[in-house]
């Protein structure tokens, strides 16, 4: 679940939020421009979200909050893309 390893491991991510309705989704876009939205339970890169515009982003940030998808919004890094799998054990 990537949400709890977020938690357990933030000051390791990039600038990311959970999504939420209490979220100023305008006020995210604003801020960092380039975001994806990722699903927190799949891997490898599969329902991975990276929207052209606020209003396709907002778009597909209400669908998953209407749906009660677990999402991140994560800030989107230009660049080689890596894959890397890990094992946690919260004890």
């Known amino acids: 679940d990537k949400i709890e390893t977020f938690y357990c491991l933030k000051e390791y991510f990039s600038n990311t939020f959970v999504l939420s309705e209490k979220l100023d989704l305008k006020k995210i876009w604003n801020d960092y421009g380039n975001l994806l939205l990722k699903p927190a339970q799949s891997r490898g890169g599969r329902g991975i979200i990276i929207p052209e515009d606020f209003e396709e982003f907002e778009f597909f940030a209400k669908r998953f909050l209407k749906k ?18 890990t094992l946690h054990d919260k004890n």
């Open 68 to 85: 009660n998808t677990p999402y991140l919004i994560q800030e989107f890094i230009k660049g080689k893309e890596y894959n890397i799998s």
